[in-house]
């Protein structure tokens, strides 16, 4: 590995997990603040989807995939939806293999509203409803791992998953009365449940 690409890799490490410290510390704040508060302001929010629209939708024009975008700003942060009326291969193309695609397209829109905004993005991108789905699966991933730790009384530790979904299962596990933690370092970050 060169020394540009481990610098790289560093740098996405510590962003993910600066995101991570961000989306707790927002998203525990957002039900207190106004629009025009602390946080992250309304307008900005919508800006943010419009450029991230923009830039989708040329992209789904290069690649000549048809879709409609969905723009959605709720506690703090802005949700784009990419869906087809019909099956649209070209779309699940865009997901990839456990959502890889969907991630790696996630941060360079992200990167584009930095680029012409000046404002690092945490928008989330879904695509044909991968993530409401995926969202239900990590749901029941932290109820088995809540059943496992409370019947073996050990600790469970969870397959590596991304920041965005470790943020789910760290909720789910959490409002099922048990306490998790994220471990790990770059791609193998994973959640580990226990009783205390």
Same mark, same amino acid.
């Not at 890889?100 to 000046?118: D, F, G, H, N, Y």
């Not at 749901?139 to 730790?149: G, L, P, R």
């Given at each position: ?25 927002? &998203? ?9 508060? *602390? ?5 900005? =929010? ?17 690649? &000549?995939?048809?879709?409609?975008? &969905? ?16 099956? #649209? ?7 990839? *293999? ?12 992200? =990167?584009?509203?930095?680029? #012409? ?32 730790? *409370? ?19 760290? &909720? ?25």
């Amino acid at each position: 590995m060169s020394a540009e690409s481990t610098e790289h890799a560093i740098s996405a490490e510590t962003s993910e997990e600066q995101d991570d410290a961000l989306s707790a510390v927002q &998203d525990s704040d957002a039900g207190s603040e106004d629009s025009e508060g *602390k946080g992250t302001s309304a307008s900005r =929010l919508e800006e943010e989807g419009d450029v991230a629209a923009d830039y989708l939708e040329e992209l789904l024009d290069i690649a &000549d995939i048809d879709g409609d975008i &969905d723009i959605e700003v709720r506690n703090g942060r802005t949700y784009i939806s990419i869906v087809a009326e019909e099956e #649209a291969a070209g779309l699940e193309s865009l997901v990839g *293999k456990d959502g890889e695609v969907l991630e790696a397209l996630q941060e360079l829109t992200r =990167l584009a509203v930095l680029s #012409a905004t000046e404002n690092r993005s945490r928008l989330v991108l879904d695509i044909n409803g991968y993530r409401s789905e995926r969202a239900g699966e990590l749901q029941k991933i932290a109820e088995d791992a809540v059943a496992s730790v *409370k019947d073996s009384g050990e600790t469970v530790a969870l397959a590596p998953m991304s920041a965005y979904e470790r943020k789910i299962v760290h &909720d789910a596990v959490a409002d099922l009365g048990l306490v998790s933690e994220s471990e790990g370092e770059g791609a193998d970050r994973h959640i580990v449940v226990s009783a205390d």
